[in-house]
């Protein structure tokens, strides 16, 4: 069985460690965790891993956040992998520092990636991991904010979390969404 993690964010060095792209550094993670890694392909960088007998494929969307949509629909079809195998990985500033919320569908909360993609896709019906940037802006600084940097202080939640996220990932693909949300709600 195959399974389609998108993780979003942004392509470019200046991007780089940026809030909005913790879904990139959770891609990162899961590859390092099962030694896959990354090449250029259309619309995204892909990594192809195996855990416990299921084949992950995990994307980098090399189109730019706000159009997220068009690799997620292009990589489901190109390797015809249902939708209820799709988990989108973004960042979410309606959520406090670290908090992970797994979800099986949903609005976009405003976050222009899943807008894209629930577009794109024409459902909204379909898992997301949402990992909490907090809030701790300027009224109006929310651009700023989301494409700023990592705090010091803000970097070993970032990678304890980044970790639990790579655990519900593994189990999202072994258990589906809602053995994995119950499971990690009791947490």
């Avoid at 670290?98 to 894209?116: E, I, Y």
Wanted: positive net charge.
């Amino acid at each position: 069985m195959k399974y389609l993690i998108a993780c979003l964010g942004n392509i470019g060095a200046e991007y780089d460690n940026t809030r909005h792209n913790i879904g990139f550094k959770i891609a990162d993670r899961l590859a390092k965790d099962l030694e896959g890694s990354f090449t250029t392909n259309r619309l995204a960088q892909t990594s192809e891993m195996k855990y416990k007998g299921k084949t992950l494929l995990v994307i980098k969307p090399t189109t730019y956040m706000n159009l997220s949509g068009k690799a997620v629909k292009y990589w489901l079809q190109q390797e015809k992998i249902p939708m209820e195998n799709l988990l989108v990985v973004n960042d979410d500033i309606a959520l406090p520092l670290g908090t992970l919320r797994l979800r099986k569908q949903g609005a976009d909360g405003g976050h222009n990636g899943l807008t894209d993609i629930i577009e794109k896709l024409g459902t909204n019906v379909f898992c997301r991991l949402r990992f909490g940037l907090g809030d701790d802006f300027p009224r109006g600084r929310q651009v700023d904010f989301v494409l700023g940097q990592w705090k010091p202080s803000e970097e070993p939640i970032v990678d304890q979390k980044c970790d639990e996220a790579v655990e519900i990932i593994m189990g999202f693909v072994t258990q589906g969404p809602d053995r994995t949300m119950n499971q990690f709600n009791k947490k």
